[in-house]
């Protein structure tokens, strides 16, 4: 440790004992703010100089001096080797004052690590938002794509993950996009209260300097300014909703990854994962594991570890700044790596499916996931729906004693149950007609899985694709 960065040693006679200094620092993890703390380093400067505190003389070379380092940062492979920094805010402040000299020991004037962390994390944020944004939206048109290069595949939708009815598989590509859309969209809502700029709160009383906070705070970008100091600082309600937004996403990947690692499965068959996202097993030389889904799967589960730990960090906390928050740090960038990852992961995989059509197909036709036809076809004729089921259901239970589909069963046998079956109920059993029945919006016949993508095209290029 070095006694040039330590920027609180007045008040100290004796030095930080050793292994506390290490346990107490989070420049290894922190460091990951540089770019926005000198963001919000470059605004806080201005605010001084309006208000009077800085020379512009002084404020020009603290600014040059911040956009030094954010070039060293960029071409000095060892710019961030430095076990002696405390946290990203010392080790900007020291490296400033090495650079310019004294005038940088005049920039913490009016603000406290408290209101600089607060607002460096949610600059940071921002940028995080807008790209697991993009991340999103490519999964998106990677479903879309995949949705329209098989177009005509139909698989069997279940519930209870017993078969239950045939459906486009595109329909099915739809649903991940839905639960994408809305992942996009409360990202779009967090944003707003991330947006909020606590930088002038100081350590928790507010400034006594007289900064617009209201210029900085359009300098910097953010749309508000928080409204309580005491506040400002302790709040991290930001992190949780960032982190909950990560952890449902999550929760739609591991979805999305359990289907396709189960339809790759031989008992199912449905697809095939390509060689590039598979493993194979060191014994079993016939394997091709899923890996890359059990990952997305797997990782869900420490992005709800990262939520919960934010939770009960913040549960109990006294106001203002209390130290524990330090810990809210791993916890965000964690579940942003992840859920970026896991979302880029999710489109090479996608965009690697191959789908067995003839397969879907067969398991679509067979068990009987043409039943609620049978019922829905005797309630055209006038019978009541409940007696329609019951008729159905015991048809079913006959052709299971006979080994065959509803379809396969001669028209004696089911008229033996019901007189008002005729001849044209074939028609109303057929894999085609199923799926065209289901007509109504946001059903999976043709025309709607058709004007569905349509919308969603919209959505995402803002016009329709030729
Ligand atoms: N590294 C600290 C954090 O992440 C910065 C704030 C330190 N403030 C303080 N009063 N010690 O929370």
Known sequence: MSEKKNLWGGRFKARANEKFFKFNRSFDFDKRLFDADIKGCLGHCRGLEKAKALSSKESMQIQDGLNMLLEKSRSDEDFFVDDSAEDI????????????????????????????????????????????????????????KLAENNLDVIIPGYTHLQRAQPILFPHWCLAYFEMLRRDAQRLMEIRVRVNVMPLGSAALAGTSYPIDRASVAEYLGFSEI????????????????????????????????EDIILYSTKEFGFFNLSDAVATGSSLMPQKKNPDSMELVRGKSARVFGDLVSLLAMLKSLPLAYNKDMQEDKEAVFDAFVSVYDCLEISSIVLNNLSINKDKTREAASKGYLNATELADYLARQGVS??????????????????????????????????????????????????????????????????????????????????
Do not use: P
């Open 89 to 144: 805010h010392s080790f900007i402040e020291s490296n400033l004052i090495e650079i310019i000299g004294d005038t940088g020991r005049k920039l913490h004037m009016g603000r406290s690590r408290n209101d600089q962390v607060a607002t460096a994390l949610r600059i940071w944020m921002r940028e995080a938002i807008d790209e697991t944004s993009d991340v999103i939206k490519n999964l998106q048109t990677d479903l879309i």
């Open 226 to 257: 928080s409204r309580n100091s005491l506040d400002a600082v302790s709040d991290r309600d930001f992190c949780v909703d960032f982190v909950y937004t990560a952890a449902l996403i999550m929760t739609h990947l591991s979805r999305l990854a």
């Open 385 to 466: 729906f409940r007696s329609a089921h019951e008729i159905a259901g015991k048809i079913v239970l006959r052709a299971i004693e006979l080994g065959l589909e509803l379809d396969e069963m001669n028209l004696h046998d089911m008229q033996n149950f019901s007189d008002q079956i005729r001849e044209d109920v074939f028609d109303a059993l057929s894999l085609n007609q199923t799926l065209k029945t289901k007509n109504a919006a946001g059903g999976t016949s043709e025309e709607r899985v058709i004007e569905a993508l349509e919308e969603a095209k919209v959505y995402l290029f803002g016009r329709k694709l030729t």
